[in-house]
């Protein structure tokens, strides 16, 4: 593709020569002629000097002899660049001989259900909508437009998906949550989780994630969140929009995530809490309580940032400072005692 | 269903109109007319005064207008009138026509076997049992009566599950144990897993949660224990009784665990040693040694639950104390070094 | 089998009656008549009194009246032995007919393709290779000669597995790496995954672990490489050779780590690291910033294991230490304060 033709595509300005073509995206240091590759930092611009490739994606302020496109934000024209010049493969639309579809379900124009998917009684699934190898969508499930979920997905009897929805590989949407009320010999009866849950519209959810359905009422993931491979979210929790969880991150049951929240790799969060919006908590952290709109926290049980980072240099100096009480109490006897 | 009628099938008696109409189960804040909701502890029963429930269910020594079903134990009643009210859906017997069943594998009574479902040679699946939509059941496994196997379940050769077991979407029994010699030149070579899986009677197993096979014998969990998403069991552990492990625990090979023990999330527990009887650990704990029995542990390494609160607390203040033990070293010159 | 044709087959010399009978191996406590028993360390010696295994792999210097194989390393003998006496069942070479297989897919000399699995357009699958029950191969996958994937395993579109890879069931690689564009109102836009994962020779991959693909080249897994069950592996992570992460570890994006590293459960490390060779972290280990090769590591933020296991020591005296301190500032007024 021409580099002015992409840069009507992208509505953005080009400084230098538009003609060149540009048929991929690389990074800088591995991009060679026709590539396109990005400055989205300081770092990075000095390599501008010794790249090969034929264009380049910087902020306006940026000089460079090379063709540009210049994006206020040129990491997110990096993706949308990305997106046209290598689009990722859209399965066409039909359904597979192999696939199990129910007399009942609904499809909507150019879905594509593919080999072995299961789609069950009286389940919906909007207009251009991708169900990939394997997928199982049960019963009166909805699954809105233009959604895409990955090989060996289940979305459980009677979940809602919304719009543009992305569901990676052997996620499972709506297993049963984990409740069980206890007798008097100690003994766990199940309690029926009847609830599902709700994922709303522009939300991608990783490979083998797990999202229980309420026992009573909703689980739900709010508008454009994105949530990593082999996340845990508790039945009857409650997330924002625009947050974001990363790997292995884990919400216990009945706790409500804000809007714009970052949580970690690994971070865990207890049941029956709240945590505001903008919330960042780092990786491991161990959130016992609620957490204040806008707090940075880290540890567990999780204590702001800033005195997280300073006890954390301290605790290496430990055995040191018992070393150096003892040597006071030393200097003044019948002050301590070991 | 009329309340009275409710009553005599849970066993409970009635306080107050016992001709009402309940139709569901709904918490105190929700619950409409039509709704039977319940008060499980004295932090609910101020909102009894607005419930819009047509019943309750309560403790005998809670006095309220509404009519009420009178039980020691509110959140069992909660659950077993739940399971009366709102019964999940039963999917009916009978082996759907793309699945594919082994023709030396044998169905009991009653049986729904799933579409696109695989039940291998010399399987046995007793009576009532369920296995839903692309669920694996390998050669020679044997899964007793009135189980639950959701959408997407493996269980590898040789396996064995009780009777009402239940086991979420995606889950794995049975994978190989992590199990591998060093050679001289610190190659990892392979030992043969030929070990099984079992899992005794009224167990129920989250979703997408891995137990590994025994390398020699068995890895087995305990009858009426209670496993959430994402855990991992690694091979030859045993779990007692009436157990529970909450969502992304991990359990290294070979180690034991009692009955009656409560692991909460992310916890981990090293290989090889020993957790006693009633042994409760908090969320992220990490466990490298054995504990005993009827222990609180916290923190990594685990240490008594009140021993690490008390230690937390002071934790956050490290910084102000290397501040006032520089301020004696002051006072006191020559006793300490920086 | 003879003890003496076993002894040939594994190369090892015999010392005693070399016609004794072995048709199993078990554990030291468990072995009965027929079966080979192993010595690992001295702490099992013993047990070699006691033991009714009819033979016993030893090394060379310990002295038994037992039937013996002699080894430098019994373990690995054991292993080997395990594969000779015990092998798993080797599914036959052939397509179930209910697999749906691309028909410009290209299968090996005496590959097996279980029911339901799928194979995808221009996919290749080595000589001898299984695909076990509804494995899902992507279109332009490669999987190399003798590997083994497991069922419910997905290898998405373009990854490559070499030779001799074993992955166990439910296992996802190459999902979309976790990759977005914030733009100026906090909402994230999805950056394509172009890049694929590629699986080195005689790596083994966990259930339900997954590896997500690179947003630009590869994430790479390198030759012998050991990943137990739940792994997370983020966007273009680079490991090098025979390096071993057990259960729940998780690497972020870009994170290189080295051949011979060792990462026990639930380790997390941090994104755009470098983890050099031969480098430990014990169990929980958080690592944000890089390791130097050959360092042993723990806690969070990791520091050295020795520093660690101290200061961990001193931890639960935190209390007395703060107290002791107090006792101190009372005998010199005006050094401190609360």
């Known amino acids: 593709m021409i580099l002015r033709e992409l840069a009507a595509r992208l509505g953005c300005p080009v400084r230098g020569d538009d003609a060149v073509e540009v048929v991929r995206v690389a990074p800088i240091d591995h991009a060679g002629p026709g ?5 989205a930092g300081p770092k990075w611009a000095s390599r501008l000097k010794t790249t090969r490739a034929s264009a380049v994606i910087v902020a306006p302020s940026l000089e460079t002899p090379l063709p540009s496109l210049l994006s206020d934000n040129p990491y997110l024209t990096f993706a949308r660049a990305l997106a046209v010049l290598q689009p990722p493969p859209v399965p066409p639309p039909g359904v597979h001989p192999s696939a199990v579809v129910h007399e009942t379900a ?4 150019g879905v594509h259900v593919g080999p072995l998917a299961v789609v069950g009684a009286r389940a919906r699934v909007g ?12 019963e009166d499930v909805e699954v809105g437009e233009d959604s895409l979920l990955h090989s060996g997905v289940v979305v ?3 979940c809602r998906l919304g719009d543009r929805v992305i569901v990676q590989d052997g996620a499972v949407i709506g297993s049963d949550g984990f409740g069980f009320a206890r007798d008097g010999e100690g003994r766990y009866h199940k309690i029926p989780q009847v609830g599902i849950v709700v994922i709303e519209d522009d939300v991608e959810i990783g490979a083998l994630t797990a999202i229980d359905r309420a026992a009573l009422g909703e689980t739900r993931i709010g508008r454009g969140s994105k949530l990593d491979n082999l996340v845990q979210i508790g039945h009857s929790v409650t997330i ?6 990363a790997g292995q991150v884990g919400v216990a049951g009945s706790s409500r995530i804000g809007s714009r929240v970052t949580l970690a790799g690994q971070v865990g969060v207890a049941g029956h809490i709240e945590i505001g919006d903008g919330v960042v908590a780092t990786a491991q952290t161990g959130i016992p309580s609620d957490v ?12 702001p940032n800033r005195e997280w ?6 605790f290496p100096r430990l055995p040191e400072l018992l070393k150096r009480l003892r040597a006071l109490e030393r200097r003044l006897p019948g002050s301590g005692e070991e």
Do not use: N, Q
């Open 156 to 158: 459980r009897e009677g």
């Open 35 to 39: 590539a396109l590759t990005f400055v």
């Open 292 to 303: 204040e709109p806008g707090t940075v926290v880290s540890g567990y049980p999780a204590i």
């Open 309 to 314: 980072l300073k006890s954390s240099a301290v």
């Open 240 to 245: 924002g929009k625009d947050t974001v969880l």
């Open 106 to 109: 609904v499809l909507g124009e």
């Open 127 to 138: 207009a251009r909508s991708v169900l990939r190898a394997r997928v199982v969508v049960h």
